[in-house]
C-alpha cells in the first residue's frame, strides 16, 4: 500500500502518540511493580520489627514478674501472714499492673492477700495454687470470674490475666505455702498501644497476640479467643520473625510481620507469637499513586509528540515522496526514469544516492543474479554459509576498493569422533550444529563463518571499521573457550575442543585455497602442539614454534591456546 503524504504523516503522529502512550504504560507497570517490591521488602522488615520489639518487651516482662515474684517467695518473713499482709499491700501499690498478690497456707487457704480481697477463701483447686507448690510456675492468659467481679473494671471488657506462683519453704527446705501473682493483661496492652503509637503514620496498622494453641490473647474488636492458621505463624515458629504477604480469614491480604516469643533469661517463654499487620491496599497506595501519575503525564506528553511528529512528519516527506515517485514510476516498467539526487537531510541523501547505485548494479548484473540464484550455499545439517559460499566472499573481499588484509581461520574439532563412536551419528550432528552457533555468536556481523565438511569449519576476520586489524589471539582464545562449553545430549555432558590455524590474504597466499592451505597447516602444528589451541602460520614459517611446546604464540609473543583437550 502507498501512504500520500497526508496519510503518511497521520500515521507517524499516530505511532508516535501510540509509542509513548505505551512507553508511559510500561514505565508505569515496571515503576509500580518495583515500588511495590521495595515497599513490600521496607514495610514488611519494620512490621517483623514491631512484632519482634513487642514480644520481646512481653518475654522481657514476664522474665522480670517471675523473678520479683521468685524473690518475695525466698523471704522468710512472707510466711508469717502479718508481714505477708504488709507485703503484699505494698506490692500492690507500687505495681499498678498486679491485679491481685496473696499468700496460701499449705492447704490450700488464702491467709494474706492485697487489698484484703479473698482472704479465708479455698484455693487448693486452683492451678496457681497446685502448680506453685511444684515450684515456679507461669500461666497462660486466662478468666478469673471470682477475682473479676471483685476488682474494679471502669472499661467494663472482659479481665484477663496471667498468673504467676512460687512455693514458700521453711529453714529445712520444706513447702509451707505458696505466694501467688495474677498480673493483669492489661499491661501486655500498654505495650501494644506504645509500638503503636511509634507507628502512628502507618494507617491500619493493628498488632495482635496469637497463644501457643492458635488462640487470640490480644487484638481488634472481637478478635479475642479466635483461631488462627497462619503459615506466617508456623514459619515464625521455625524462625522466629519475619514478615510476608498473606491472606486472612476475614478474606482481605495483609503485609504481616511476625516474631515468636522464646522467652528471655531461664524464662522459656508461653510460645506467643506476635503479630504486626497492614491492609495491602493501604500498603501499596504510594506505589499506585506514582503509577497513576505515570500514566496521566504520558497522555499528555503523547498529545503533545503527536502533534511535533505531524509536524515533522510533514517536513519530512517532501524528498520521500519524490524518491516514492520515481519508484513507482520505475515499478510500472516506464523507461529512463532515475531515481533523483537529493541533498539536505543526510540519510535522505545516503538514500538517494544508494537506490541510485542499487538500481545501476541490479540493472548490470541481473544475469549473474540469475546464475547465483541456482546455487546453494547453505550447509544443510549446520545452516552455516558452505564453502561455496566462503569462497565467494573472500572474492568479493579481495575485489573491493581499498582491500585490506584478512585473515583466514582453519578449525577443526578435538574429540569429536569419539562422540561419534560411543553416542552415535546422531549425537555428533547435535554437536555439530551446537559449536556451529557457538563460532557465529562469538563473531561480528561483517565476518563470516562456514562449514567445509565433517568436523572442519573456516572463519573470515575482515578489519574493523577503523581500520585497525583484527586482534586474533583475542578471538581465536573467545572461540575455543565458546566450543569448550559442555554440551548436554539425552541428559549426558559432552565436551569436544577446537584447534584453530590461521593466515593472511594476501600475506600468505593470493587466493583462498592458497591461504587456507596455510590455515591447514598451522592447524595441524596445533595439533601436535598438544591440541585445543590456535597456531599463526606466520610463526610457523618463521619457525618460532617448538615441536614439543605445550602451548602456541602468535606474532606478538601473546599465548594462544588453552590446556591441551583431554
Known sequence: MVWKRKGFRGLVAFVSAALVVGMAGLMAQATSER???????????????????????????????????????????????????????????????????????????????????????????????????????????????????MLPNPSGEPMKFVDVSAPLKDEQGTVVGTLASHFSWEWARAIQRSLLESMKGRPGLEALIVGADGTVLLGPEGSFGGKLDLESIRLARGRHRGWGVEEWPDGKSYLTGVAFGSGHGDYQGLGWTVLARQPVDVAFAPAELLREDILIYGGIFAVVFSILAWIAAGWITRPLSAIASAAKRLRDGEPGVEIPALGGVAEVEDLSQSLRALIGALTSSKAALARMEDAAYQDRLTALPNRRFLEQYAE???????????????????????????????????????????????????????????????????????????????????????????????????????????????????????????????????????KNRAVAFADLEAGLLDAGAQVATGCSGRTLGLAAFP
Open 35 to 149: 515500588s511495590r517490591r521495595q515497599i513490600e521488602q521496607e514495610i514488611g522488615r519494620s512490621l517483623s520489627e514491631v512484632a519482634h520489639q513487642m514480644v520481646d518487651k512481653l518475654d522481657t516482662d514476664m522474665w522480670a514478674r517471675a523473678n520479683q515474684v521468685s524473690v518475695l517467695s525466698k523471704i522468710p518473713a512472707v510466711r508469717d501472714p502479718a508481714v505477708a499482709q504488709k507485703v503484699v499491700d505494698e506490692l500492690k501499690a507500687r505495681d499498678p499492673t498486679v491485679a491481685w498478690v496473696g499468700v496460701m497456707d499449705f492447704a490450700g487457704r488464702i491467709v494474706a492477700a492485697s487489698d484484703g480481697i479473698l482472704i479465708g477463701v479455698d484455693a487448693s483447686a486452683r492451678p496457681v495454687y497446685v502448680e506453685g507448690l511444684k515450684g515456679l510456675f507461669i500461666g497462660d492468659v486466662h478468666d478469673a470470674v471470682l477475682l473479676a467481679k
Open 396 to 530: 568479493s573481499l579481495s575485489n573491493r576498493p581499498g582491500r585490506g588484509i584478512f585473515t583466514v581461520l582453519y578449525m577443526d574439532l578435538d574429540g569429536f569422533k569419539s562422540v561419534n563412536d560411543t553416542l552415535g551419528h546422531q549425537a555428533g550432528d547435535i554437536v555439530l550444529r551446537q559449536v556451529a552457533v557457538r563460532l557465529a555468536s562469538c563473531l561480528r556481523g561483517e565476518d563470516l563463518v562456514a562449514r567445509l565438511g565433517g568436523d572442519e569449519f573456516a572463519a573470515i576476520i575482515v578489519p574493523a571499521a577503523s581500520g585497525m586489524p583484527a586482534r586474533m589471539d583475542e578471538i581465536t582464545q573467545r572461540l575455543i573457550a565458546a566450543v569448550g562449553e559442555p554440551i548436554v545430549i539425552a541428559g549426558r555432558a559432552v565436551r569436544v575442543g577446537c584447534s584453530i590455524g590461521f593466515a593472511e590474504w594476501p600475506n600468505h597466499g593470493a587466493t583462498l585455497p592458497d591461504v587456507l592451505e596455510r590455515a591447514d597447516r598451522a592447524l595441524y602444528a596445533a595439533k601436535r602442539l598438544g
